[in-house]
């Protein structure tokens, strides 16, 4: 399923990125990558905020859409 549509509190694994290379490797520097455990903390309008490792991110939609867990 989509991030955006993904349950809030849970931890998730990413199954699969559906995005072009540069997009892909954006990712992996942000600490997404096939196989990560992120947990949505926040989901309002398509807009997610997730924790990945320590930290804290923010991804509109159009990116969100784009993580499968």
Do not use: Q
Request: proline share 4%; no cysteine.
């Amino acid at each position: 399923m989509p991030l955006p549509i993904a349950p809030a509190g849970e931890e998730l694994t990413v199954r699969k990125i559906l995005a072009d290379e540069k997009n892909k490797r954006h990712f992996e520097n942000l600490g997404i990558l096939v196989g990560s455990k992120i947990t949505v903390l926040s989901a309002v309008g398509g807009n997610v905020i997730i924790k990945v490792r320590e930290g804290r991110l923010a991804l509109d939609r159009t990116l969100a859409m784009k993580i499968l867990v």
